[in-house]
């Protein structure tokens, strides 16, 4: 059976001299892998399809065990994101959290177009890179059933706080009153870091990067939302995000 579907790269491994196997982000299936013959060769019709981060429509065939690519109609290769190294860093990292949470033969259309829509900002913003990095995060944890609770209470359901502190195992704020007998990884935070996230939330990532917000507010919500990810996707460490801190530091 034949079938096209509109793609991204996730990742690529490879399997001989030649040929690879891409793990694809689908619009129409979710995430599934498929090998594509002649992928690492420079002149083969698949080589310009078979890099990490290419969107485009994918022609496959379906295989016993995997699927093989047949042609690819490529809509946007995003090859910028990959001549720059801090820009490779971020798009490496929200690619490597898709390939994580995604399922294969499971839709998730809107983690799929912000993730379209993140490669964009990526490869045309100069800067606001963290912000971007926060609200992908963000959507991201909300589409795929890890949403922090940010209106009341983890414990009690209350909504009055005289002080507000993040839960990240339990995931969530947590008022005054529940707080000493609450348990795991709890962190101080301000009505400002709570306002920003509700923001990000309900907003489009495209208008998010468009705003300036204070820079060290954005790294402590970085800091805690980066915990926050490894602890829910049950992760010790994301080779990307290493890289990524890595970058920041040079």
Do not use: W
Request: positive net charge; glycine residues 4%; charged residues 25%.
């Amino acid at each position: 059976m034949i079938y096209k579907t509109d793609a991204v790269v996730l990742r690529k491994n490879k399997i001989s001299e030649a040929d690879v196997i891409l793990t694809l982000f689908t619009r129409k299936l979710g995430k599934i892998r498929a090998v594509a013959k002649g992928g690492r060769k420079p002149k083969a019709s698949l080589s310009p399809a078979s890099h990490i981060f290419v969107f485009g429509e994918f022609v496959l065939v379906k295989g016993k065990e995997l699927d093989r690519i047949s042609s690819a109609d490529i809509h946007e290769s995003f090859y910028s994101i990959r001549e720059d190294l801090s820009k490779l860093a971020y798009a490496s990292y929200f690619a490597e959290l898709c390939d994580t949470v995604t399922v294969e033969g499971v839709t998730n259309n809107r983690l799929f177009d912000t993730f379209l829509k993140a490669l964009s900002l990526i490869t045309h913003v100069e800067d606001n890179f963290e912000l971007i990095k926060l609200a992908f995060q963000l959507k991201l944890l909300d589409y795929s059933g890890f949403r922090p609770e940010l209106t009341k209470c983890i414990e009690c359901n209350g909504k009055k706080f005289k002080k507000i502190r993040f839960n990240i195992e339990q995931g969530g704020i947590i008022c005054d009153n529940c707080f000493n007998k609450s348990k795991g990884n709890v962190i101080l935070i301000d009505l400002t870091m709570v306002k920003i996230m509700r923001y990000i939330l309900k907003t489009d990532i495209i208008t998010i990067s468009k705003i300036k917000l204070n820079p060290l507010t954005i790294n402590r919500l970085s800091y805690i939302i980066d915990k926050y990810i490894l602890f829910h996707l049950q992760r010790k460490s994301f080779k990307s995000l290493e890289f990524l801190n890595t970058i920041k530091k040079i």
